[in-house]
């Protein structure tokens, strides 16, 4: 399912330059009904944007999958789409850590 939501998507933000929205993870619930999906956007600056727009066509985007796994699912779940921030968190803890270490380079010349 992962694999054909990405393909879905890359079909559709080829046509809108600058812009990549990449499947990070689908979990689908026990009894197939509903499926948690987890978008990176990037830039981050048009994910909310982009989120938008892709809740308005989540019908759209469940019938394109339905129609890609017709032979495999009986039934195509519901899909619920959430923004994964977490590249933009790790990006953040680097530059919280870069900002730190001229400091501690310093104390450690002024030590000798």
């Known amino acids: 399912m992962q ?5 879905i998507f890359r079909r ?6 600058g812009t990549l929205v990449t499947v990070s993870s689908v979990r689908v619930s026990p009894d197939l009904s ?8 990037f830039p981050s600056e048009n994910a909310q944007t982009i989120m938008d727009n892709i809740n308005q066509n989540e019908r759209g985007i469940r019938y394109q999958l339905a129609q890609q796994t017709r032979y495999q699912l009986r039934r ?24 730190d270490k001229p400091k501690t380079e310093e104390n450690e010349e002024n030590q000798e």
Not at 3 to 7: G, I, N, V
Not at 34 to 41: D, E, H, K, Q, T
Not at 83 to 94: A, T, V
């Open 3 to 7: 694999k054909e939501l990405s393909e």
């Open 12 to 17: 559709e933000t080829a046509k809108t330059r």
């Open 34 to 41: 509903v499926a948690n999906v987890r978008l990176s956007i």
């Open 76 to 99: 195509c779940p519901e899909l619920k789409f959430h923004i994964d921030d977490s590249l933009d968190y790790i990006d953040h803890i680097d530059e919280l850590l870069n900002k």
